[in-house]
């Protein structure tokens, strides 16, 4: 009981760590401290604090098999959905705050823009991959819900070529991030994941 | 867009004594016996109080002096209403200057320790009368003028600013141009110390940046190298002490605390077009039919803006300037020329 509690208030923690950026830069807007381009603001927090939520995803499996911590493995598929919901954020705020639903000009955009179409794709994925998050999909995939969920590296891919596409002089900040995933991806490859459970012996002695 | 340019012997608006000037007799009295006595800073009105939230500056005497002595609104838009003055704050918090980094806020936060004074620029190349100049030396035999442009930014944002400043025709002339000098280069201060954006490996930049004219657009009496904006001495996030401001063109143009200018008879290789040729040119004039590769350049989103109205305007060849410089283009194929 004691510990079933413990499991919910990490799992009630983590969703308020995860709330509180979108709440920190919505009263920034309200507060007038967002700048004089409060939805672009907006907008580009929200797009990389989704790159961060999908990063923090990928990162539980490895996490988990170098620590064994049951904590990691109960928040995989709310941090997942974090995910899906600052890329929906990111969305809603392009077609509110930059398009101004004006609809005839993202026909434009998207031919002028092609890394538009790149994070339309990985949303599209993202979708998928919310929508088949739920235990009555993964019974009803049965062995077919795994490879489906792989499907969250080439979004990454793709995320990270939306974000590339976008710089103008400095990649700085977006090779951190491309270097970040490259070592989560990296873990995943055989000889490396198989020699993850050694690591936390070694480490741990246990 | 009418944009009157005066002749030098036209009364201005400017040359109208105000009528708060007028009314406060103590005050234009204070500032008579403040000229009178050569110091004219206790008595007279900081040309910073015609904006509301505009934080002092910290000039030297001299350029408190001319920027306080400056023609008032010498060109402003003509339709006062859409481009409205943009607070301070927003032109003074939202930069690109990536000498400070390339975050719209990272100059306002990195750039407060640059050191501006003393500052001297370097004039050279094709020129009869060059050298080292103090900035002094360089801005104070030039009548100082606030002109009222928009910015136009390549990333299709922009702001409208008021500048102080002098003509760089005027700059130009001084330093007696040879016959051979046919273009005009300008060099940004490198100093990695002071501007942690040069210290980034990742930088595609090469610094200096470095940006260009030709000699007829240096000599356009809308091209000026600003000193000051809103009243005061520019902050250093807006490119102090010395910067270029060419309103017909993108904002990268107007090129930041400029240490060098060279007049040379080869067109330079402005920075942006080393980095990415296909996407940015050596013109960048403002053209809403010439698309920037990876987005449309129709329309500007006019800021401030707010959330929920992007202030979306469409965008005005030549930046709105085109009755008074379009036939410095005459004929060109500007598609080519971008």
């Given at each position: 009981?004691?510990?079933?509690?413990?499991?919910?208030?990490?799992?009630?923690?983590?969703?308020?760590?995860?709330?509180a950026?979108?709440?920190?830069?919505?009263w920034q807007?309200?507060?007038?401290?967002?700048?004089?381009?409060?939805?672009?603001?907006?907008?580009?927090?929200?797009?990389?604090?989704?790159?961060?939520?999908?990063?923090?995803?990928?990162?539980?499996?490895?996490?988990?098999?170098?620590?064994?911590?049951?904590?990691?493995?109960?928040?995989?598929?709310?941090?997942?959905?974090?995910?899906?919901?600052?890329?929906?954020?990111?969305?809603l705020s392009?077609?509110?705050?930059?398009?101004?639903?004006?609809?005839?000009?993202?026909?434009?955009?998207?031919?002028?823009?092609?890394?538009i179409?790149?994070?339309?794709?990985?949303?599209?994925?993202?979708v998928?991959?919310g929508?088949?998050?739920?235990?009555?999909?993964?019974?009803?995939?049965?062995?077919?819900?795994?490879?489906?969920?792989?499907?969250?590296?080439?979004?990454l891919?793709?995320?990270?070529?939306?974000?590339?596409?976008?710089?103008?002089?400095?990649?700085?900040?977006?090779?951190?991030?491309?270097?970040?995933?490259?070592?989560?991806m990296?873990?995943?490859?055989?000889?490396?994941?198989?020699?993850?459970?050694?690591?936390?012996?070694?480490?741990?002695?246990? | 867009?009418?944009?009157?340019?005066?002749?030098?012997s036209?009364?201005?608006?400017?040359?109208?004594?105000?009528?708060?000037?007028y009314?406060?007799?103590?005050?234009?009295?204070?500032?008579?016996a403040?000229?009178?006595?050569?110091?004219?800073l206790?008595?007279?009105?900081?040309?910073?109080?015609d904006?509301?939230d505009?934080?002092?500056?910290?000039?030297?005497?001299?350029?408190?002096?001319?920027?306080?002595?400056?023609?008032?609104?010498?060109?402003?838009?003509?339709?006062?209403?859409?481009?409205?003055?943009?607070?301070?704050?927003?032109?003074?918090?939202?930069?690109?200057?990536?000498e400070?980094?390339?975050?719209?806020?990272?100059?306002?936060?990195?750039?407060?320790?640059?050191?501006?004074?003393?500052w001297?620029?370097?004039?050279?190349?094709?020129v009869?009368?060059?050298?080292?100049?103090?900035?002094?030396?360089?801005?104070r035999p030039?009548?100082?003028?606030?002109?009222?442009?928009?910015?136009?930014?390549?990333?299709?944002?922009?702001?409208?600013?008021?500048?102080?400043?002098?003509?760089?025709?005027?700059?130009?002339?001084?330093?007696e141009?040879?016959?051979?000098?046919?273009?005009?280069?300008?060099?940004?201060?490198?100093?990695?110390?002071?501007?942690?954006?040069?210290r980034?490996?990742?930088?595609?930049?090469?610094?200096?940046?470095?940006?260009?004219?030709?000699?007829?657009?240096?000599?356009?009496?809308?091209?000026?190298?600003?000193?000051?904006m809103?009243?005061?001495?520019?902050?250093?996030?807006?490119?102090?002490?010395?910067?270029?401001?060419v309103?017909?063109?993108y904002?990268?143009?107007?090129?930041?605390?400029?240490?060098?200018?060279?007049?040379?008879?080869?067109?330079?290789?402005?920075?942006?077009?080393?980095?990415?040729?296909?996407?940015?040119?050596?013109?960048?004039?403002?053209?809403?039919?010439?698309?920037?590769?990876?987005?449309s350049?129709?329309?500007?989103?006019?800021l401030?803006?707010?959330?929920?109205?992007?202030?979306?305007?469409d965008?005005?060849?030549?930046?709105?300037?085109?009755?008074?410089?379009?036939?410095?283009?005459?004929?060109?194929?500007?598609?080519?020329?971008?």
């Open positions: 009981m004691a510990a079933q509690r413990k499991w919910q208030l990490w799992r009630v923690g983590v969703f308020l760590a995860a709330l950026p979108l709440l920190l830069w919505s807007v309200a507060s007038n401290t967002a700048g004089p381009e409060p939805g672009r603001y907006l907008l580009l927090n929200i797009g990389l604090g989704g790159l961060w939520m999908l990063l923090l995803t990928l990162s539980l499996t490895p996490l988990t098999k170098l620590t064994r911590w049951k904590g990691f493995a109960l928040i995989r598929r709310q941090l997942g959905l974090w995910t899906l919901a600052y890329a929906c954020l990111h969305v392009y077609a509110l705050f930059i398009l101004g639903l004006d609809w005839a000009m993202l026909g434009s955009e998207l031919i002028e823009r092609p890394y179409l790149v994070g339309l794709l990985a949303l599209i994925g993202l998928a991959l929508a088949t998050s739920n235990r009555w999909s993964m019974r009803k995939l049965g062995k077919r819900w795994k490879p489906l969920h792989k499907l969250a590296y080439p979004i891919g793709l995320i990270l070529l939306h974000f590339f596409w976008g710089v103008r002089a400095d990649l700085g900040e977006w090779t951190l991030y491309a270097t970040v995933s490259a070592l989560i990296a873990t995943r490859l055989p000889p490396v994941a198989r020699s993850l459970p050694r690591v936390r012996q070694r480490l741990t002695g246990v | 867009m009418l944009i009157k340019i005066a002749k030098p036209d009364l201005r608006e400017s040359d109208v004594t105000p009528e708060s000037v009314l406060s007799r103590r005050r234009f009295m204070g500032g008579m403040g000229l009178g006595a050569g110091l004219a206790s008595g007279r009105a900081r040309a910073s109080a904006y509301s505009v934080p002092d500056g910290d000039a030297p005497d001299w350029l408190e002096e001319k920027l306080g002595a400056a023609r008032r609104r010498a060109i402003v838009p003509d339709d006062p209403e859409t481009d409205a003055i943009a607070p301070f704050r927003d032109a003074s918090g939202y930069n690109n200057f990536y400070f980094g390339t975050g719209k806020s990272d100059p306002a936060r990195h750039a407060d320790g640059l050191e501006t004074r003393p001297s620029v370097v004039i050279d190349g094709e009869n009368n060059g050298g080292r100049f103090a900035l002094e030396d360089l801005a030039s009548r100082f003028e606030e002109r009222i442009y928009r910015l136009r930014c390549v990333e299709a944002w922009s702001m409208v600013i008021p500048w102080l400043g002098i003509s760089l025709a005027d700059v130009i002339r001084r330093a141009p040879t016959s051979k000098a046919r273009y005009v280069r300008f060099e940004t201060l490198v100093d990695p110390e002071q501007m942690p954006g040069q980034s490996s990742f930088s595609l930049i090469d610094w200096p940046y470095v940006e260009g004219l030709r000699l007829d657009e240096a000599m356009h009496p809308l091209t000026l190298l600003a000193l000051g809103y009243g005061r001495e520019l902050p250093n996030q807006n490119g102090a002490p010395l910067r270029l401001v309103p017909w063109k904002g990268f143009k107007s090129i930041k605390s400029i240490v060098r200018i060279s007049l040379m008879e080869e067109q330079p290789v402005n920075s942006w077009q080393r980095i990415a040729p296909e996407e940015y040119g050596f013109y960048a004039n403002v053209n809403p039919e010439v698309d920037h590769p990876r987005w350049q129709a329309t500007e989103r006019r401030p803006n707010s959330l929920f109205n992007p202030n979306t305007l965008t005005r060849m030549f930046n709105g300037y085109a009755d008074e410089v379009a036939e410095l283009y005459a004929g060109m194929d500007l598609r080519k020329h971008f």
